[in-house]
């Protein structure tokens, strides 16, 4: 079994369900499901210099670069963090090029995409790794550009990326979705069906 000093298998135990889950979604251009806390992890979000955001947030931020770092290179339960964390955003970064919005993309979770693929851009800088700097740096890119005029206004809402440092530990309206991962929630429950909506960061 691999050493593991950060539990990182908190991330490769949920990817063994959420992994297929997630590419299938941006495969097909729309996040429809809760995953990002899994599949997209971010350094802790702060407001004035104290940790922001749900207790769910939190259990899965990366707590600095030496986490970052050691995320890039662990592999359990049949599961790459490294290798998944490239294909999702290749696909990411696919739709975003092609000019899909990011909130119609990511929904509430843009900001978190965006947070994550600056996180990783530095780390794969730093550590030359040119797979994960040169897929974060197509994303980070893209979600930098101006948006287009949306031809029709009510489109306008879905084409700014809120600023990815809020966070106030509230789901978004209609968009909540369970806080209890899914290793938990198959020990306790048998035969329910899978929570839909979008995460929140």
Same mark, same amino acid.
């Not at 929904?107 to 790794?129: H, M, V, W, Y």
């Given at each position: 079994?691999?050493?593991?000093? &950060?539990?990182?298998?908190?991330?490769?135990?949920?990817?063994? &369900?959420? &992994?297929?889950?997630?590419?299938?979604?941006?495969?097909?251009? @729309?996040? *429809?499901?809760? $995953?990002? $806390?899994?599949?997209?992890?971010?350094?802790?979000? !702060?407001?004035? /210099?104290?940790?922001?955001? +749900?207790?769910?947030?939190?259990?899965?931020?990366?707590?600095?670069?030496?986490?970052?770092?050691?995320?890039? +290179?662990?592999?359990? %339960?049949?599961?790459?963090?490294?290798?998944?964390?490239?294909?999702?955003?290749?696909?990411?970064? #696919? &739709?975003?090029?092609? /000019?899909?919005?990011?909130?119609?993309?990511? /929904?509430?979770?843009?900001? #978190?995409?965006?947070?994550?693929?600056? !996180?990783? !851009?530095?780390?794969?800088?730093?550590?030359? %790794?040119?797979?994960?700097?040169? =897929?974060?740096?197509?994303? =980070?890119?893209?979600?930098?550009?101006?948006?287009?005029?949306?031809?029709?206004?009510?489109?306008? *809402?879905?084409?700014?990326?809120? %600023?990815?440092?809020?966070?106030?530990?509230?789901? +978004?309206?209609?968009?909540?979705?369970?806080?209890?991962?899914?290793?938990? @929630?198959?020990?306790?429950?048998? /035969?329910?069906?899978?929570?839909?909506? +979008?995460?929140?960061?």
């Amino acid at each position: 079994m691999a050493l593991d000093p &950060h539990n990182l298998r908190r991330f490769t135990s949920e990817q063994t &369900h959420y &992994h297929p889950i997630a590419l299938a979604e941006m495969q097909r251009g @729309r996040k *429809s499901s809760c $995953w990002a $806390w899994y599949i997209l992890p971010t350094p802790p979000f !702060l407001r004035n /210099g104290k940790p922001a955001g +749900s207790a769910q947030n939190r259990m899965y931020e990366l707590a600095d670069d030496e986490q970052a770092r050691a995320y890039l +290179s662990f592999e359990a %339960d049949g599961v790459n963090l490294r290798d998944n964390y490239i294909v999702i955003l290749t696909e990411a970064a #696919r &739709h975003l090029e092609q /000019g899909v919005l990011p909130a119609r993309l990511m /929904g509430i979770d843009a900001p #978190r995409l965006l947070a994550s693929a600056k !996180l990783f !851009l530095r780390i794969g800088t730093e550590e030359e %790794d040119e797979p994960v700097r040169h =897929v974060c740096e197509r994303v =980070v890119r893209a979600l930098s550009q101006p948006p287009p005029t949306p031809a029709d206004p009510r489109d306008a *809402s879905e084409q700014a990326v809120p %600023d990815e440092s809020s966070d106030d530990g509230e789901d +978004s309206p209609g968009e909540r979705c369970s806080e209890e991962p899914i290793a938990k @929630r198959l020990n306790t429950s048998q /035969g329910g069906q899978r929570h839909t909506g +979008s995460g929140q960061l």
